[in-house]
Nanobody, 116 residues
Framework: QVRVVESGGGVVQPGGSLKLSCTASGLNVRNHLMSWYRQAPGKEREVVASIIGAVDTTNYPDSVKGRFTISRDNVKNTVYLQMNSLKPEDTAVYYC?????????WGQGTQVTVSS
């Protein structure tokens, strides 16, 4: 049974940092496309980072490039999202997604609020 569980959300001031974790079971994160998405109130869910492959190929949209970094620990079977220089517009529920041979497995999400 595949399961992904996010943690690490919270409240942070503008300019601050947070590190999210996504721990997977039922699959090896090193073998599959792993992604972080976010969804703000009234907006569509959007991808903010992805990682795949033996050489850790990563992708980011322009909105977070240079501020967010996705990484993984194959021993802990965990994917991370390091978020720096956070802005109020980064406020959203952040979700981890595992792509297992065309099937998507989502976590329950973790709230990130950027506010002074």
């Amino acid at each position: 049974q595949v399961r992904v569980v996010e943690s690490g959300g919270g409240v942070v001031q503008p300019g601050g940092s947070l590190k999210l974790s996504c721990t997977a079971s039922g699959l090896n994160v090193r073998n599959h496309l792993m992604s972080w998405y976010r969804q703000a109130p009234g907006k569509e869910r959007e991808v903010v980072a992805s990682i795949i492959g033996a050489v850790d190929t990563t992708n980011y949209p322009d909105s977070v490039k240079g501020r967010f970094t996705i990484s993984r620990d194959n021993v802990k079977n965990t994917v991370y999202l390091q978020m720096n220089s956070l802005k109020p517009e980064d406020t959203a529920v952040y979700y981890c997604k595992a792509d297992l041979y065309g099937l998507d497995f989502w976590g329950q999400g973790t709230q990130v609020t950027v506010s002074s």
